[in-house]
């Protein structure tokens, strides 16, 4: 019997990146798209790995999404991903389709793999065409490298608005041999994803088979970056992708694996830090809030009532502001659609209560606006529905937000 507490295992990576991990490469230049940032990016296997992917649940989906579930379905491998930023190629038809293709293909022929070993992602500006001369351009100057500033560069090329890269690398031992993990994503506005963020890269040297790393990815999402909200608005672009070239050596991963809950945690914990970035990174944002709810029947409604509270832009306003004004959290319970007895919620800001079991409690409005000029707060609510817990992430609501996206094209 596994007596490992996979939570006590895990390490962070100092300066952790999508290189952390054994076997990768990864580049970023500046081809044009944008005025002067990069905006094509690569990541690159030593060798053909392992791969997975959720997408966006939208109904809109753009061209780059259906390319990239093409390549991983012909052999459930992928050697490399090829990334824009500054056009989504999303609501551009057959030449949107075709666009796509040749930027998947152009950048396979470009590193030497078959075509279908490579994903295509995209993001920006939604219903105009791609700059393909540019896009070829961009993909020949790409020199992959496996240094902290290749990781950089990689990580810069995939942003829009967001103000800062979002990267993070955690390591564990399995079957004696040092796993490590690394991400990078992108994503500020327009996240509320049913699924994963706006883009997610993640790579590792866990030896594990596509199928048992789609069933962990899958899971680890739920509890992840679908349980971030920045905006209530989701991409048509959303994408996380990960890929296990296994040069780490260890015994293939999967559920019947005595350390497949340390696999599961390393994912978890990767997959958390950067959904927790990018909401923090909320365009205009100020400040990360965390949402924790205790006390739900089933842990879906649990993590569904913290959703709804922090994507309440009256919770988020009231953040912005430090006014600890706690009836906008039960108003936003209120129209969860979830079944709670009010008479029986407790509210606190961080270690102040607020409301216990439905009565308000005396508290100190000077300590509770401290509190939340704060980075980073935590909002927890209790209930007494059952014990089931779930949390989610979001960030605060500023004037910088409207003036962000009144002027997204100009």
């Given at each position: 019997?596994?007596?490992?507490?996979?939570?006590?295992?895990?390490?962070?990576?100092?300066?952790?990146?999508?290189?952390?991990?054994?076997?990768?490469?990864?580049?970023?230049?500046?081809?044009?798209?944008?005025?002067?940032?990069?905006?094509?990016?690569?990541?690159?296997?030593?060798?053909?790995?392992?791969?997975?992917?959720?997408?966006?649940?939208?109904?809109?989906?753009?061209?780059?999404?259906?390319?990239?579930?093409?390549?991983?379905a012909a052999e459930q491998k992928l050697q490399g991903v090829i990334v824009n930023?500054?056009?989504?190629?999303?609501?551009?038809?057959?030449?949107?389709?075709?666009?796509?293709?040749?930027?998947?293909?152009?950048?396979?022929?470009?590193?030497?793999?078959?075509?279908?070993?490579?994903?295509?992602?995209?993001?920006?500006?939604?219903?105009?065409?791609?700059?393909?001369?540019?896009?070829?351009?961009?993909?020949?100057?790409?020199?992959?490298?496996?240094?902290?500033?290749?990781?950089?560069?990689?990580?810069?090329?995939?942003?829009?608005?967001?103000?800062?890269?979002?990267?993070?690398?955690?390591?564990?031992?399995?079957?004696?041999?040092?796993?490590?993990?690394?991400?990078s994503a992108k994503g500020s506005g327009m996240i509320h994803?049913?699924?994963?963020?706006?883009?997610?890269?993640?790579?590792?040297?866990?030896?594990?088979?596509?199928?048992?790393?789609?069933?962990?990815?899958?899971?680890?999402?739920?509890?992840?970056?679908?349980?971030?909200?920045?905006?209530?608005?989701?991409?048509?672009?959303?994408?996380?992708?990960?890929?296990?070239?296994?040069?780490?050596?260890?015994?293939?991963?999967?559920?019947?694996?005595?350390?497949?809950?340390?696999?599961?945690?390393?994912?978890?914990?990767?997959?958390?830090?950067?959904?927790?970035?990018?909401?923090?990174?909320?365009?205009?944002?100020?400040?990360?809030?965390?949402?924790?709810?205790?006390?739900?029947?089933?842990?879906?409604?649990?993590?569904?009532?913290?959703?709804?509270?922090?994507?309440?832009?009256?919770?988020?306003?009231?953040?912005?502001?430090?006014?600890?004004?706690?009836?906008?959290?039960?108003?936003?319970?209120?129209?969860?659609?979830?079944?709670?007895?009010?008479?029986?919620?407790?509210?606190?800001?961080?270690?102040?209560?607020?409301?216990?079991?439905?009565?308000?409690?005396?508290?100190?409005?000077?300590?509770?606006?401290?509190?939340?000029?704060?980075?980073?707060?935590?909002?927890?609510?209790?209930?007494?529905?059952?014990?089931?817990?779930?949390?989610?992430?979001?960030?605060?609501?500023?004037?910088?937000?409207?003036?962000?996206?009144?002027?997204?094209?100009?």
């Amino acid at each position: 019997m596994n007596t490992i507490n996979p939570v006590e295992v895990i390490q962070q990576v100092n300066e952790g990146n999508i290189l952390s991990p054994q076997g990768f490469k990864a580049a970023g230049v500046h081809a044009g798209l944008r005025y002067s940032k990069k905006d094509i990016g690569v990541i690159l296997s030593d060798h053909p790995a392992a791969c997975a992917a959720v997408y966006t649940q939208s109904a809109v989906q753009a061209a780059p999404l259906d390319i990239t579930r093409e390549s991983i379905a012909a052999e459930q491998k992928l050697q490399g991903v090829i990334v824009n930023s500054a056009c989504a190629n999303a609501c551009t038809g057959e030449q949107g389709q075709k666009d796509a293709y040749e930027m998947r293909n152009h950048a396979a022929r470009e590193f030497g793999v078959p075509d279908h070993y490579f994903a295509v992602a995209s993001t920006g500006v939604i219903g105009e065409y791609m700059e393909m001369d540019k896009v070829k351009n961009g993909i020949s100057t790409l020199k992959p490298a496996g240094s902290a500033q290749a990781a950089e560069d990689f990580g810069a090329a995939i942003l829009t608005t967001d103000i800062v890269t979002k990267h993070c690398g955690y390591e564990a031992v399995i079957d004696g041999k040092k796993v490590t993990m690394g991400g990078s994503a992108k994503g500020s506005g327009m996240i509320h994803p049913n699924m994963a963020t706006m883009l997610g890269f993640i790579t590792t040297d866990a030896a594990i088979e596509s199928a048992e790393l789609q069933k962990a990815l899958s899971a680890v999402t739920d509890d992840t970056f679908n349980q971030i909200t920045v905006d209530g608005d989701t991409s048509t672009n959303d994408m996380v992708l990960i890929l296990a070239n296994g040069e780490a050596g260890n015994e293939k991963l999967s559920p019947a694996h005595p350390e497949w809950n340390v696999f599961l945690e390393l994912l978890k914990k990767t997959s958390e830090d950067m959904a927790k970035q990018i909401a923090r990174d909320g365009e205009g944002a100020t400040k990360l809030i965390e949402v924790n709810v205790q006390g739900m029947g089933t842990k879906q409604e649990a993590q569904a009532m913290a959703k709804t509270i922090i994507g309440s832009s009256l919770v988020k306003t009231a953040a912005y502001g430090a006014d600890a004004n706690w009836g906008r959290v039960i108003a936003a319970m209120g129209r969860s659609n979830l079944v709670f007895n009010p008479e029986k919620v407790s509210i606190s800001f961080g270690d102040i209560k607020l409301l216990h079991q439905g009565v308000p409690v005396d508290f100190s409005e000077e300590d509770a606006k401290a509190y939340l000029e704060q980075k980073n707060i935590a909002i927890h609510v209790f209930l007494e529905e059952g014990s089931e817990q779930g949390t989610a992430w979001g960030c605060d609501l500023t004037y910088d937000y409207v003036k962000i996206n009144a002027s997204y094209r100009t």
